[in-house]
Structure formats: structure tokens, C-alpha cells
């Protein structure tokens, strides 16, 4: 009993020591719903900026999915020009966010550039859409190549890749889902609109959990038809990450 005590505890002890890739301590983010509500264009980067303004608050970033919560966006991703094989079936993450999300996260750029206005996706896009990427993304689709202006195309089994997005960035690994996955191939869309639910992302200098009714005022300022849906750090997701392991080794 005190060996399989001793061996949960220490695997409890690796799983919550796990490199997210984040600055998990100083992360809040809160997920909203503009339901049925339009916003002109623009809104969200008018939200972001109030946002900023909040004392505490160092930088703000929205994303359609969040991180570190069992669930995400799953997408088949190939070179352009090759053919989609069944090894290729959802190989890779996908997520929309806007300006500064990867400051806000605390990512790094590893090759390229941030994404810019102009980054944004057209209604009628006649070029390539511009994308960063991760790490793993450029391990694994284009191997000997830093991965900057490859193109890439999504699509099912036995299709022919299009060149449809262009990596304009690389920016470092970091988990998705879960801190049990391994690192996966993750490519990332420049969003300026929301018409779903949307998680925003708050890094603070202050405890996370003290600034959710100073920004819950201030999007209200903006956007009052906003409806929140759920608020958390980070820290709390990967407590309740890790929290199945943390039940059994102090049973044990």
C-alpha cells in the first residue's frame, strides 16, 4: 500500500508539473455568449481594448476555444499539392483567436511574425489565408523547413491538399486539450468578428481570480448583450485537470 501510495503521489507530482506552455498563474479567462445579439465589426477589438484598460490587466485576447478543457477543434491538415491520406485524418488543432494571443498566453514567436489587421479573413478571400503555427505543426508536415510561407490545405481522406493557408509565423508548443496529450500539430486563425461563443483571455499581475468582476463591468460597458457563460483560470483548469490523480494518491 505505501509503495502504490508512493508511486500516485509522484505520478500525481509529474502530471501537475507538466510544461503547459502557458503562464498558467496569471491567466483568467472568461467564455461568452453574443447569442442572437449582432456587433458591428470591430466590437470585439473595441472590447479588448476597454478590457486592457482595467487596472491589473496586462494584456487581453480572445480565442474560439480554450485551452486545457478536454475538448477543441480537431482538423485534417496536409501539404499543398499532396494527397490526404487516413494517416492524415485529424492530425492536427485548429483555433481562432485575435491580436496579441499568444503575448497573452505567454507564447513566443519562434519564426516569422505576429499576425497583423490585414491578417484578418476576408468574406471573398482571393489569397491564401495567413496562419500561425506550432512547433509540432512544422515537425511534422514540412520536416527541414523553418515553415515560414508553406502552404497547406485541409480536407478528407484521398482529396489533394489545397494551398488555401499560408504560415506566416511559428509560434511555440503548448497543450490543448488536456495536460495528459501529447504535444499535436496546432494551427491558428486570425478572428476580428465573434457570431459564437467565445473565450477571452486575461493575463493580470494580480491575482486572476480578483479581476473577473472588473472585466465582467467592463464588457458590460460594451457590450451589455454579452452573456456569460463560465469564468476560471487557468491554475483551477489544471487543478481540475490533474484532480483524478490528486483523489486517488490521498486515498492512498
Known amino acids: 500500500l505505501l509503495a502504490s501510495a508512493g508511486l500516485l503521489v509522484r505520478s500525481f507530482e509529474r502530471l501537475r508539473a507538466t510544461p503547459s506552455g502557458f503562464a ?5 479567462t472568461l467564455r461568452w455568449d453574443p447569442g442572437t445579439s449582432k456587433y458591428p465589426p470591430g466590437t470585439i477589438n473595441t472590447l479588448i481594448e476597454r478590457v486592457r484598460g482595467v487596472p491589473g490587466v496586462v494584456s487581453a485576447a480572445t480565442s474560439s476555444s480554450g485551452v486545457l478543457r478536454g475538448h477543441g477543434l480537431f482538423a485534417t ?3 499543398a499539392g499532396q494527397r490526404i491520406t487516413h494517416a492524415d485524418f485529424m492530425n492536427s ?12 498566453m505567454g507564447m513566443h514567436m519562434v519564426a516569422g ?3 497583423i489587421p490585414s491578417d484578418a479573413p476576408q468574406a471573398k478571400q482571393t489569397t491564401p489565408v495567413k496562419v500561425i503555427v506550432n512547433e509540432a505543426f512544422v515537425r511534422q508536415l514540412f520536416p527541414g523547413s523553418n515553415g515560414i510561407g508553406e502552404r497547406f490545405g485541409t480536407g478528407t481522406e484521398g482529396g489533394i491538399a489545397s494551398g488555401a493557408n499560408e504560415i506566416i509565423g511559428v509560434v511555440s508548443d503548448a497543450k490543448y486539450r488536456s495536460l495528459r496529450d501529447p504535444i ?3 494551427a491558428y ?3 476580428a468578428n465573434f457570431d459564437a461563443d467565445f473565450m477571452l483571455n486575461v493575463r493580470t499581475r494580480m491575482r486572476p481570480e480578483s479581476i473577473v468582476q472588473p472585466v465582467r463591468q467592463a464588457i458590460a460597458s460594451v457590450a451589455p448583450g ?12 489544471v487543478d481540475e485537470i490533474t484532480a483524478p490523480e490528486r483523489i486517488t494518491a490521498t486515498l492512498a
Do not use: G
Open 77 to 79: 491538415a496536409a501539404p
Open 184 to 186: 499535436r500539430p496546432m
Open 113 to 115: 511574425r505576429d499576425f
Open 93 to 104: 488543432n485548429a483555433n481562432q483567436v485575435s491580436r496579441d494571443y499568444f503575448a497573452t
Open 24 to 28: 498558467v498563474d496569471s491567466i483568467a
Open 189 to 191: 486563425s486570425l478572428e
Open 226 to 237: 454579452l452573456a456569460l457563460l463560465e469564468t476560471d483560470t487557468l491554475a483551477q483548469a
